[in-house]
C-alpha cells in the first residue's frame, strides 16, 4: 500500500512547469500516487499523466478553482489508507529525496500535522513565505507594498523574522505551494474550505491544523518555487484575491479574533528548541 497521495490542481499550466514537477516525483513512484486536477478548458495536458506511472489525470470541464479543486483530489483519496498527502503546485520543483525526509521528521514526531520546508526562488534566493496569522491592517498593508513595489523599504506585519527561516519554527500560516500533512490530522481538521475559490484558503486550512497540532517550517530540506504573483500582474486576479480575503474575515473575524491571537503568540514563544525532529 502506497503511503503518499500528491494533488496537484492545474489551470492553463505550463507544460514546461508540470514536466518539471512530475519529474521531482518520479523516485517516489513505489510509496506515491499522484492526482492530476485539471480545471483548464481543454484536457491538452493529459498526456502528461504519463510521466510517472498509475497517476490519476481528472478533467473537471470547469474552472472549480484552488480549494475545490484539491478538494476533489482528496475526496477520492480518502477512500484509501495513505499515511500522508502533498498540497503541490506545478510550479515547484526539487530532489525527490526531501519527501523521504519529510517523511522521517513526521515519523519522529506524532504532534506535527503540516511541515512545509524552505521555498527558494529558481535564483536560490528565498521566498519569505512563514507567516504570522494576518489581521486586516496587515493584510491589505502587504498588498499595497507589493502593488507599489516598496518591498526593499516596507516589510508586511505580518511576515515572521528573518532568525524563523534558520531554524525549525512553528508557523501558523505556512503557504499553499507546498502543504504536507499528516492524513489523520487533516481528516480531523477537514479539507479546504470551498468557499474559497483561490488565494486565504492556505490561511485558512494552516490555522485551522496549527490550533490542534504543530505546523512546522523545515529549512533543512528546500524547494524551487517559480511564485508567478498572478494577483499583482492581473486586476482580475486581483479581484478574486481581494474577495476571498473578504471572505475570510467574515469568516473569522475583522477585530475580534482571538484564536488568531493565541496562535500568533505561540508562534513568538517557539523556537527550535520546543520542537523534537
Not at 489551470?11 to 517516489?28: G, P
Request: proline share 3%.
Amino acid at each position: 500500500m502506497k503511503i503518499l497521495s500528491i494533488s496537484i490542481v492545474l489551470y492553463k499550466t505550463s507544460i514546461y512547469q508540470l514536466r518539471n514537477c512530475i519529474q521531482s516525483l518520479v523516485c517516489l513512484e513505489d510509496i506515491a500516487d499522484l492526482y492530476l486536477i485539471d480545471n483548464s478548458p481543454n484536457s491538452k495536458l493529459k498526456k502528461q499523466k504519463d510521466l510517472l506511472k498509475g497517476t490519476k489525470y481528472i478533467f473537471t470541464n470547469s474552472n472549480l478553482g484552488y480549494a475545490r479543486g484539491h478538494n476533489k483530489a482528496l475526496d477520492i483519496a480518502s477512500n484509501k489508507k495513505y499515511k500522508y498527502h502533498l498540497i503541490l503546485n506545478a510550479d515547484c520543483y526539487f530532489q525527490g529525496t526531501i519527501i523521504e525526509e519529510l517523511i522521517g521528521v513526521m515519523n519522529n514526531n506524532l504532534k506535527i500535522g503540516l511541515i512545509m520546508p524552505k521555498i527558494l526562488n529558481p535564483d536560490g534566493s528565498m521566498q519569505k513565505l512563514c507567516k504570522f496569522i494576518p489581521n486586516p491592517i496587515d493584510l491589505i498593508g502587504s498588498y499595497l507594498i507589493k502593488i507599489f513595489n516598496l518591498e526593499s523599504i516596507l516589510k508586511p506585519k505580518h511576515l515572521m523574522g528573518d532568525i524563523t527561516y534558520e531554524q525549525t519554527s512553528f508557523v501558523p500560516y505556512l503557504s499553499g505551494c507546498f502543504m504536507f500533512m499528516r492524513w489523520s490530522s487533516l481528516r480531523e481538521v477537514g479539507f479546504f474550505d470551498n468557499k474559497f475559490f483561490m488565494y486565504a484558503e492556505d490561511i485558512d486550512l494552516s490555522r485551522r491544523m496549527a490550533e490542534k497540532y504543530l505546523t512546522i517550517y523545515y529549512p533543512k530540506s528546500y524547494v524551487f518555487h517559480e511564485h508567478g504573483r498572478g494577483s499583482f500582474k492581473d486586476f482580475k486576479l486581483l479581484l478574486i484575491h481581494l474577495k476571498n480575503i473578504f471572505i475570510y474575515f467574515n469568516k473569522w473575524g475583522w477585530i475580534n479574533d482571538g484564536k488568531r491571537n493565541y496562535l500568533n503568540s505561540k508562534a513568538k514563544k517557539y523556537n527550535s528548541k520546543n520542537i523534537i525532529i
